[in-house]
């Protein structure tokens, strides 16, 4: 089982929906989730950061943990073609600095 | 300020070649990360220095891969000999302290074609 788990996509979505992006992980010990943005033949970039359960947000952003189920989720309201890109979560093993990347899904806003 | 800079962007080569990716980091940082990307694997990560040491190399993944960091603004990844399996792109990040608030800054890539 890999530690972290991401439908690769495409999600498709029409400017303005509310979109949901999510992962899984296996090892309840994590502590630090993160998601980053990847636009085509680019580098990744980080969006958002938390630790341990709960909820942050940034503008349009809103990331979410949920430690129970092990489950992890990025939502975007307001969606704009310009928020079209790949998304991947990420999770940092605090012992050693790692960083362990889901899959990514990729994400496109049509206008 | 300049973000992280890899070269080359593009690097295509023939197998057996030795394959030479170069990443310059964000001034000031002392944590440098070297990843590959795949479609099948995503993203993954190599090996990654502290204060130019090297602290984990358990995603080099085979002895035709080695890193090194010989100052604090220049590392190399090289692959001799490259294999058509080593395609991929491959990015350098850096940061600072390497604490999940401190974000890993990536550069570009270098996308890496072995013929």
């Known amino acids: 089982q890999k530690e972290v788990e991401q439908d690769p996509g495409p999600l498709s979505v029409p400017e303005g929906a509310i979109v949901s992006l999510n992962c899984t992980y296996s090892n309840s010990a994590f502590q630090y989730f993160m998601w980053y943005r990847q636009y085509s033949r680019k580098g990744p970039e980080l969006l958002m950061y938390?630790?341990?359960?709960g909820n942050k947000e940034d503008g349009r952003f809103t990331a979410q943990v949920d430690k129970s189920s092990k489950y992890i989720s990025l939502f975007i309201r307001d969606s704009q073609p310009s928020d079209s890109a790949t998304y991947l979560c990420?999770?940092?093993?605090?012992?050693?600095?790692?960083?362990?990347f889901g899959s990514g899904t990729r994400l496109l806003v049509r206008p | 300020d300049a973000g992280v800079i890899q070269s080359p962007r593009h690097e295509v080569t023939e197998m057996g070649q030795e394959v030479t990716l170069r990443c310059k980091p964000i001034s000031g940082h002392d944590y440098l990360f070297w990843y590959r990307q795949t479609m099948m694997r995503g993203l993954e990560l190599l090996i990654y220095?502290?204060?130019?040491?090297?602290?984990?190399d358990s995603g080099m993944p085979e002895d035709r891969f080695s890193a090194k960091m010989p100052n604090a603004s220049f590392s190399t990844l090289k692959i001799q000999p490259s294999e058509p399996r080593d395609s991929a792109v491959y990015f350098c990040a850096s940061s600072l302290r390497g604490s999940f608030n401190q974000p890993q800054h990536f550069g570009d890539g270098t996308r890496l074609s072995i013929l």
């Open positions: 990420a999770i940092l093993m605090d012992s050693s600095y790692k960083l362990i």
């Open positions: 220095f502290n204060n130019n040491v090297p602290i984990d």
């Open positions: 938390t630790y341990s359960s």
